[in-house]
């Protein structure tokens, strides 16, 4: 998901350029106070509950720390009346905004990088006590003086970060989703959590009507599609290295078990079997589009080419007659030149009037 939105918004290997943009008071971030959470995650605290209601939890209260914000002045924090332009400001948060999602990336790459066959549970301990020091104002270096700085500077909550360590600890670990309740949880753990870190950075149109809770809910739906829509994408290269990101009672539903994921023939079984699954693809990326455009107009088009680009992949699943065993789904260049300008478009629309 990270990995996306960047290279929408910035090209591999400007990390350091973009640190070049960033005020020099980065490198002494201002301390906030830290409050403790317990070593289990709080979106799985609750083992009764399902993993939507649980993460809703989640979601609510990031919107809470966001409304307090807007109804009154946090001392540091950026608000719309500092005086500054609507172009400066939102220059500001465009450039934090690329900062959270550099640890996003940095973070997936313990896992999923070149050296993800030396990450041990501990490492991902000790990258988890980083960020406890970075939000307290300690970072360890440049890259996360700059998240210590943003984190300062705006109404972001800690707990979508840990989340986001607790899917790369379960990509150590497991290998199978009984469910799409279990699949879920992991989908928000490693890109749903991106749109709640984004939500405050990006900031709301001050003119918007919507509720902050669904603004939330809209960017946690964003992260989940292009999730799901990665799983369905990589079926065949997941299935190499062992591993079905696959709802096991849905595919036993459609007549299907991981032997038949591994032999990776396309059998009328699994067309259906995949049409289900792209639906409720879609039917995310759905719920996703309510909310881009309640975001602060400056932010609205790398999120909208995220979104449409991710979601043209769902489409050429379907072309390859969903055949994702062996064929990689992709947006071609001439599609990416066509839909840039189209995102674009539509960032430049007014709010919506959901409520």
């Given at each position: 998901?990270?990995?996306?939105?960047?290279?929408v918004?910035c090209p591999k290997?400007?990390?350091?350029?973009?640190l070049?943009?960033?005020?020099?008071?980065?490198?002494?971030p201002?301390?906030r106070?830290?409050?403790?959470?317990?070593a289990?995650?709080?979106?799985?605290?609750?083992p009764?509950?399902?993993?939507?209601?649980?993460?809703?939890?989640?979601?609510?209260?990031?919107?809470?720390?966001?409304?307090?914000?807007?109804?009154?002045?946090?001392?540091?924090?950026?608000?719309?009346?500092?005086?500054?332009?609507?172009?400066?400001l939102?220059?500001?948060?465009?450039?934090?905004?690329?900062?959270?999602?550099?640890?996003?990336?940095?973070?997936?790459?313990?896992?999923?990088?070149?050296?993800?066959?030396q990450?041990?549970?501990r490492?991902?301990?000790?990258?988890e006590?980083?960020?406890?020091d970075?939000?307290?104002?300690r970072?360890?270096d440049?890259?996360?003086?700059?998240?210590?700085?943003t984190v300062?500077?705006?109404?972001?909550?800690i707990?979508?970060?840990?989340?986001?360590?607790?899917g790369?600890?379960?990509?150590?670990k497991?290998?199978?989703?009984?469910?799409?309740?279990e699949?879920?949880l992991?989908?928000?753990?490693?890109?749903?959590?991106?749109?709640?870190m984004?939500?405050?950075v990006?900031?709301?149109?001050?003119?918007?009507?919507?509720?902050?809770?669904?603004?939330?809910?809209?960017?946690?739906?964003l992260?989940?599609?292009?999730q799901?829509?990665?799983?369905?994408?990589?079926?065949?290269?997941?299935?190499?290295?062992?591993?079905?990101?696959?709802?096991?009672?849905?595919?036993?539903r459609?007549?299907?078990?991981?032997?038949?994921?591994f032999?990776?023939?396309?059998?009328?079984?699994?067309?259906?079997?995949?049409?289900?699954?792209?639906?409720?693809?879609?039917?995310?990326?759905?719920?996703?589009?309510k909310?881009?455009?309640?975001?602060?107009p400056?932010?609205?088009?790398p999120?909208?080419?995220?979104?449409?680009l991710?979601?043209?992949?769902?489409?050429?699943?379907?072309?390859?007659?969903?055949?994702?065993?062996?064929k990689?789904?992709?947006?071609?260049k001439?599609k990416?030149?066509t839909?840039l300008?189209?995102?674009?478009?539509?960032?430049?629309?007014?709010?919506?009037?959901?409520i």
């Amino acid at each position: 998901m990270a990995g996306v939105l960047l290279w929408v918004v910035c090209p591999k290997g400007n990390a350091t350029a973009l640190l070049s943009l960033i005020p020099r008071s980065v490198n002494k971030p201002k301390k906030r106070p830290l409050k403790r959470i317990s070593a289990i995650s709080s979106a799985v605290a609750n083992p009764v509950r399902s993993s939507e209601q649980r993460v809703y939890d989640v979601v609510l209260k990031q919107a809470a720390l966001v409304k307090e914000q807007r109804g009154e002045k946090k001392p540091g924090y950026i608000t719309y009346d500092t005086g500054a332009s609507e172009s400066r400001l939102g220059d500001i948060r465009y450039v934090w905004w690329l900062v959270t999602l550099i640890w996003c990336r940095r973070t997936d790459e313990l896992v999923d990088g070149p050296n993800a066959s030396q990450i041990t549970p501990r490492a991902l301990d000790r990258w988890e006590k980083r960020l406890d020091d970075l939000f307290e104002g300690r970072p360890y270096d440049m890259l996360d003086a700059a998240l210590s700085n943003t984190v300062s500077k705006y109404p972001v909550d800690i707990q979508p970060f840990k989340d986001m360590i607790e899917g790369m600890r379960l990509d150590l670990k497991k290998s199978r989703y009984t469910n799409f309740d279990e699949l879920y949880l992991y989908c928000y753990y490693v890109a749903g959590t991106v749109g709640l870190m984004s939500v405050p950075v990006m900031g709301i149109a001050p003119e918007s009507k919507a509720s902050v809770e669904s603004v939330y809910n809209a960017a946690l739906a964003l992260g989940i599609a292009n999730q799901l829509t990665n799983i369905l994408r990589d079926v065949g290269e997941d299935a190499r290295r062992g591993r079905v990101y696959l709802p096991q009672d849905e595919l036993a539903r459609f007549g299907l078990s991981d032997g038949d994921v591994f032999r990776g023939q396309v059998t009328d079984r699994w067309r259906n079997f995949m049409k289900d699954q792209i639906k409720r693809a879609r039917m995310f990326f759905d719920e996703a589009e309510k909310g881009v455009s309640e975001l602060n107009p400056a932010s609205r088009w790398p999120v909208w080419a995220s979104l449409l680009l991710y979601r043209q992949i769902l489409d050429s699943i379907e072309d390859n007659d969903y055949n994702n065993f062996n064929k990689r789904a992709y947006v071609g260049k001439a599609k990416k030149l066509t839909s840039l300008p189209v995102a674009y478009g539509r960032a430049l629309m007014g709010t919506s009037k959901f409520i």
